[in-house]
C-alpha cells in the first residue's frame, strides 16, 4: 500500500511505499521540515509514535506516547513510581514488565514444573546494549536498573549514563513499546550520538522493529547520506498560507557518490564542485568569495570534479538546481578543455591554482593595497617568472610532451583487435604516429616565443611550478613576509568591501573564458568582463 505525503505547493502529492523501510525527512533549517513531519505524523493516526531524545531525556513526561500506557500499566496503584520525563517512564514500564514476567512464570510452574521464563523486553534490550558497548552491561537489583563496566563490581545508576549512553537506552527500549506495524517517527537521529555508533544504533532498533516504517527528520547530511536502501524527502520550502510545501522525493543513492548526494541535499543555491580537500587548499579559499552566488564543494580530485558535475546535471531535471566545476589547467590541450568546458567543467586560462594568485590584476591590487607603486611591482615580478620560465623551459615541454603521449596512447589503446599480432603492430606504431620528439620540439618552440616576446600570460597558461610565487619574490615587492602572508591578503581583500576585492574579483573571473562563462552563467551580466 502507497503512503501518500503532504500537498505542494503546486497541488500535487507524493507517494512512497508503505515497506520502504526507512524514510527520512531532510531540509535546511526553515524549510518547514518539522511541519511537513507533522503533517504525515496525523495521517497516520493511531499508529504514529514519535520519538526524540531531546525530549525523553529532558522533556516532561505529560506529552510522552508512553503516558497512556503508563497510566494503564499502574493505574492508581500506591506503587505507581514517579515519571519526570520520558526515559524514566521507559524504565519504571520494564521494571513493570519484568515484575508480570515473573508472576506468570511463578503460576505457570504450578501448573508445569518444565515451564520456562520468558524472555523479556529487557532482555532484548541488555543484549542490544553490550552488542553496541561491548564492556558495558545492565544489572537490576532491588528493583532498580544498574549499569556496570567490565569487571568492574561497582555499579551505578542511569543517572550516571552520558547523554548518548542514555540516548541510546531511551530509543532501544521506546521502540519496544511502539504499535504493531505502526510509523516510528524519529526527531533529530543524530542528537546525543557519536558517529561511530550511530548507524549501529539505528540499524539494530530498526532490526528490532522490521515491521514498522521508521521515519527520521533531520537536517544532518552525513546521517542522510549514510543511510543505505533510505528514501529520502527533501524539504525545500513552505507555504503556511495554503499549508503546502516544496519537496521532492530523491533518487536512489546507488550509483550516486556521497558528494552529489550531499550537495543535492543541502544546496539551495546553485552548486560549485572545485579540487581541494575544503579546509587548506587555496581553492577552498578563494572560489567561494569569488563565486559568492554558488553553494562551493571541495571534493579533492579533479576526477571527483569531473564526475560529481556530470552526475548533478544528468539529475538536473530533478533537482531544478544548475551545477559547474572547476579544474586545474594543468597541461590540457585546447581540445580537452574544450570538451570539459562543454560538461560544464570550467578550465581557467592560466595552469594551476597558485597561478591565479599571479595574475597581473592580483599582482597590481594587492601591492596597491600596500601602498606600493602597482606598475613597479608588477614589471619585477614579470621579469622573474619569465626568467624562471626561461630557466625550466625545457623540463616543461617534456611534461606538456608526457602529458600529451600519455593521453593520446589512453584514447589509441582501446581499440578492438582480433589477434595479439595486430594489437603489437598498433603498439609499436604509436610511436611514429605519436612522434614525442616533434612534441616537444613544438613545445619549446612554442614557450620559447613566450619567452622571446615576454608572454606573461602565455606563460602563466603553462607553466606548472608551486614555487612560482616565493621565486618571483612577489610578497617582498608588496611589503609582506612570505608566500602565505600574501596568500592570506588576497583572501582577505576578497572578503573585505574594497576596490582592491573588486580587482581581485574581476581578474579571477576574467580567467575563465568569457564565451563560456556567458554560456554557463557563472557570471552575473552585472560583472560581465569588458
Not at 520519538?51 to 497512556?68: C, F, Q, V
Not at 569569488?290 to 576526477?303: A, D, I, P, Q, W
Request: net charge negative.
Amino acid at each position: 500500500m502507497a503512503i501518500v505525503l503532504p500537498p505542494r505547493k503546486d497541488g500535487s502529492a507524493g507517494t512512497i511505499e508503505s515497506d520502504t523501510g526507512r524514510l527520512i525527512i531532510i531540509g535546511a533549517n526553515g524549510t518547514g521540515k518539522s511541519r511537513f513531519t507533522a503533517a504525515l505524523q496525523n495521517e497516520f493516526g493511531e499508529r504514529a509514535f514519535r520519538l526524540s531524545a531531546l525530549r525523553g531525556l529532558y522533556g516532561t513526561s505529560e506529552d510522552s506516547p508512553l503516558k497512556e500506557l503508563f497510566d494503564k500499566s499502574f493505574g492508581k496503584s500506591a506503587f505507581k513510581p514517579q515519571s519526570a520525563n520520558e526515559i524514566d517512564t521507559l524504565l519504571a514500564l520494564l521494571m513493570h514488565d519484568e515484575m508480570l514476567n515473573l508472576i506468570n512464570y511463578k503460576t505457570e510452574l504450578t501448573l508445569n514444573p518444565d515451564a520456562k521464563l520468558h524472555r523479556t523486553k529487557l532482555d532484548i534490550i541488555a543484549r542490544e546494549w553490550k552488542e553496541l558497548f561491548p564492556d558495558n552491561n545492565i544489572l537490576v537489583e532491588s528493583g532498580k536498573f544498574l549499569f556496570s563496566r567490565g569487571e568492574d563490581p561497582r555499579s551505578y545508576s542511569a543517572l550516571k549514563l552520558s547523554d548518548g549512553e542514555k540516548a541510546a537506552i531511551y530509543y532501544l527500549a521506546a521502540v519496544m513499546y511502539a504499535p504493531k506495524h505502526g510509523a516510528i517517527f524519529i526527531d533529530s537521529p543524530e542528537m546525543f550520538m557519536h558517529p561511530s555508533i550511530m548507524q549501529n544504533l539505528w540499524n539494530r532498533i530498526e532490526n528490532l522493529r522490521s515491521d514498522c516504517l521508521f521515519v527520521f527528520t533531520t537536517h544532518d547530511l552525513e546521517f542522510a547520506s549514510q543511510s543505505q536502501d533510505s528514501t529520502v524527502v527533501w524539504v525545500r520550502d513552505y507555504d503556511a498560507a495554503s499549508v503546502t510545501w516544496d519537496y521532492d522525493i530523491l533518487p536512489k543513492q546507488d550509483g550516486m557518490s556521497d558528494e552529489v548526494y550531499m550537495a543535492i541535499i543541502g544546496a539551495r543555491k546553485p552548486v560549485l564542485f572545485i579540487e581541494g580537500d575544503g579546509v587548506h587548499s587555496i581553492d577552498a579559499k578563494l572560489y567561494p568569495l569569488v563565486f559568492s552566488e554558488y553553494t562551493v564543494k571541495s571534493l579533492g580530485s579533479c576526477n571527483k570534479v569531473i564526475e560529481a558535475t556530470r552526475t548533478f546535471n544528468d539529475l538536473n531535471a530533478f533537482h531544478h538546481l544548475d551545477s559547474f566545476g572547476i579544474v586545474d589547467r594543468d597541461r590540457r590541450d585546447a581540445h580537452e578543455v574544450e570538451y570539459l568546458r562543454g560538461k560544464k567543467v570550467m578550465v581557467p586560462e592560466v595552469a594551476e591554482i597558485e597561478n591565479i594568485m599571479m595574475l597581473e590584476e592580483v599582482i597590481k591590487a594587492v601591492a596597491a593595497s600596500r601602498g606600493k607603486d602597482e606598475s613597479k611591482v608588477f614589471d619585477k615580478v614579470k621579469r622573474s617568472v619569465i626568467s624562471q620560465f626561461r630557466h625550466d623551459l625545457r623540463q616543461q615541454a617534456l611534461m606538456h610532451t608526457r602529458h600529451r603521449v600519455k593521453r593520446t596512447v589512453e584514447y589509441r589503446i582501446d581499440g578492438r583487435f582480433n589477434n595479439i599480432n595486430l594489437f603489437e603492430q598498433h603498439i609499436a606504431s604509436l610511436v611514429d604516429e605519436i612522434n614525442p620528439r616533434g612534441l616537444y620540439e613544438g613545445f619549446c618552440r612554442e614557450f620559447r616565443r613566450y619567452v622571446d616576446t615576454e608572454d606573461y600570460a602565455g606563460v602563466l597558461k603553462v607553466y606548472n611550478q608551486k614555487s612560482m610565487i616565493p621565486g618571483s619574490n612577489v610578497a617582498a615587492l608588496c611589503g609582506l613576509k612570505n608566500k602565505d602572508e600574501y596568500i592570506r591578503t588576497v583572501i582577505n581583500l576578497l572578503k573585505g568591501n574594497s576596490i582592491y576585492g573588486d580587482r581581485i574579483r574581476g581578474a579571477v573571473k576574467g580567467c575563465f573564458n568569457r564565451k563560456e562563462m556567458k554560456k554557463s552563467k557563472i557570471d552575473s551580466d552585472e560583472d560581465e568582463i569588458d
